[in-house]
């Protein structure tokens, strides 16, 4: 089944503890389609690098919809672009690579993904191919 990124579509995602690095984060938000992230990159291109990632944060405030993010005292941490960068940088990647399509979502512990076997083939194919998830996921669909 091919799946198509509509209006209003929204994902729920999931990115597992690294040890040592950050915490666990659990999010829904609206992927990217591929002309958005497009339009992004070639943005990125013309900055400096200091200023890249405060243009993902403005992306990834327009794209995550809620998170579970908290203060060490339980507060919950508001979704804006000064919170998105003071995300630990592999935090960060992450769920710019989640949100973008890059690679898929953790499966949350004790929940297995209804397509894992998929995803994960389709992760190996887009890798070896230099491509993203979602495009791997549409060429696989287009063989079938």
Aim: glycine share 6%; hydrophobic share 40%; proline share 6%.
């Amino acid at each position: 089944m091919l799946d198509l990124i509509r209006d209003g579509y929204t994902q729920d995602g999931y990115i597992a503890a690294a040890e040592r690095l950050h915490g666990e984060l659990s999010f829904s938000f609206r992927p990217m389609l591929v002309d958005q992230r497009d339009a992004l990159l070639e943005l990125l291109e013309k900055k400096p690098a200091r200023e890249r990632s405060r243009y993902i944060a403005l992306q990834l405030v327009k794209q995550v919809q809620e998170w579970d993010a908290q203060e060490p005292g339980g507060a919950c941490v508001p979704l804006d672009v000064t919170h998105l960068k003071m995300l630990p940088p592999n935090l960060f990647n992450a769920l710019f690579n989640i949100v973008a399509g890059y690679v898929a979502s953790d499966a949350k512990p004790g929940q297995e993904p209804e397509n894992a076997s998929d995803d994960y083939e389709a992760e190996l194919e887009a890798l070896a191919a230099g491509a993203s998830l979602g495009e791997s996921k549409e060429r696989r669909a287009e063989k079938n």
